[in-house]
T-cell receptor, first 115, second 112 residues
Framework: DGGITQSPKYLFRKEGQNVTLSCEQNLNHDAMYWYRQDPGQGLRLIYYSQIVNDFQKGDIAEGYSVSREKKESFPLTVTSAQKNPTAFYLC??????????????FGDGTRLSIL | GENVEQHPSTLSVQEGDSAVIKCTYSDSASNYFPWYKQELGKRPQLIIDIRSNVGEKKDQRIAVTLNKTAKHFSLHITETQPEDSAVYFCAATHQLSYQLIWGAGTKLIIKP
């Protein structure tokens, strides 16, 4: 889906360092999501946001933080408290679910590794 | 808690044959069921979805069936081709939730 841009494609984190993953969408979607995917595994929800200035924890929020200051942007910070950050991070977005459930569309992902 | 079970974890079929992947959900309030295809190293892409007011939906070689009574739904791929090789994920949610509950995925291998 060309409307969701994640950057960078690859990211390396040093011990004790916070890193921020970018996610921008131009689809005018209301909801945005962050998932973590470990090799050979499924998707686990980290955080999601329904509207600007509001977000909710998913199943594995510990060690992560987010912000939603603009409708089109939902950056994810992987903090030093996340001891095992190596994974494939996927950002997704969808239209407002009040108009019935809408499919989530994904960005191309960011691959994070520890140096 | 809410759960989606997906089977099999790996499915190997001969090119040209059909493939069927099954998912069972626990939350009877679930009313939306998307299927995603993920090629190696790529993003998941929506291939088909179904809502609870419909029992079956088709899109060319792909179809999804839903049995609300038994709380399961299935993906059917006919005349499989090498490009169908990927991991397929099912998911479920209901109208009061933003969260998709994901299956663990099925690796589909198409043998030439």
């Amino acid at each position: 889906d060309g409307g969701i841009t994640q950057s960078p494609k690859y990211l390396f984190r040093k011990e004790g360092q916070n890193v921020t993953l970018s996610c921008e969408q131009n689809l005018n979607h209301d909801a945005m999501y962050w998932y973590r995917q470990d090799p050979g595994q499924g998707l686990r929800l980290i955080y999601y946001s329904q509207i600007v200035n509001d977000f909710q924890k998913g199943d594995i929020a510990e060690g992560y933080s987010v912000s939603r200051e603009k409708k089109e942007s939902f950056p994810l910070t992987v903090t030093s408290a996340q001891k095992n950050p190596t994974a494939f991070y996927l950002c997704a977005s969808s239209l407002d679910r009040r108009e019935s459930n809408q499919p989530q569309h994904f960005g191309d992902g960011t691959r994070l590794s520890i140096l | 808690g809410e759960n989606v079970e997906q089977h099999p974890s790996t499915l190997s079929v001969q090119e040209g044959d059909s493939a069927v992947i099954k998912c069972t959900y626990s939350d009877s309030a679930s009313n939306y069921f998307p299927w995603y295809k993920q090629e190696l190293g790529k993003r998941p892409q929506l291939i088909i979805d179904i809502r609870s007011n419909v029992g079956e939906k088709k899109d060319q070689r792909i179809a999804v069936t839903l049995n609300k009574t038994a709380k399961h739904f299935s993906l059917h791929i006919t005349e499989t081709q090498p490009e169908d090789s990927a991991v397929y994920f099912c998911a479920a949610t209901h109208q009061l939730s933003y969260q998709l509950i994901w299956g663990a995925g099925t690796k589909l291998i198409i043998k030439p």
